[in-house]
């Protein structure tokens, strides 16, 4: 992941999902994902938010663990019970940073609570993850996605940057 496609892709998932608050959860749109939805409940806009975990290896984590030295740990691929187990403890939380990881692009949602929500980046082959805004799939304006391999990418309105 190069450094300047980590910096804009974690500075428009900063603008995308700070101050919102994690709202629900759809079963994914596959046997193994989860799609997660994220509101705004102010004027803020855009104010409907998701973010689609294609292959569901994430876990709940202590927020201090990314700056700890401390390793990661290794995710198992979670059932979809185990997936709503992980995700409900965070329901109405209120987001207060978003992260990449240094190497590769591991999402980490930090909650007011200071658990973030590590999500797995890295796939030789699949992309791990994609968050955007809007009612879907598909970022009306904002889409932020893992690519295999290591990569970032982002599309953003015109006006970002």
């Known amino acids: 992941m190069k450094a300047e496609d980590k910096q804009f892709a974690e500075k428009a998932l900063q603008q995308l999902l ?7 959860i759809k079963f994914g749109a596959g046997p193994g994902g989860t799609f997660l939805y994220f509101l705004h409940y102010t004027e803020k806009e855009p104010d409907k938010l998701w973010v689609n975990i294609e292959i569901n290896k994430f876990t709940v984590l202590p927020a201090a663990i990314k700056h700890s030295g401390k390793a990661l740990p290794m995710i198992e691929e979670l059932t979809e019970e185990q997936a709503i187990k992980q995700v409900a403890g965070l329901r109405r939380e209120e987001v207060t940073d978003v992260q990449l990881g240094d190497e590769s692009p591991h999402l980490f949602i930090v909650f007011k609570s200071q658990k973030a929500l590590f999500i797995n980046g890295y796939d030789e082959q699949y992309e791990c993850w994609q968050a955007g805004d809007g009612e879907g799939y598909t970022g009306d304006e904002w889409l932020v996605v893992a690519v295999p ?3 970032i990418a982002t599309w953003a309105p015109d006006t970002f940057g």
Do not use: E, K, R, V
Request: net charge negative; no cysteine; proline share 0%.
């Open 149 to 151: 391999g290591n990569g």
């Open 18 to 24: 700070i101050g919102s608050q994690l709202d629900g």
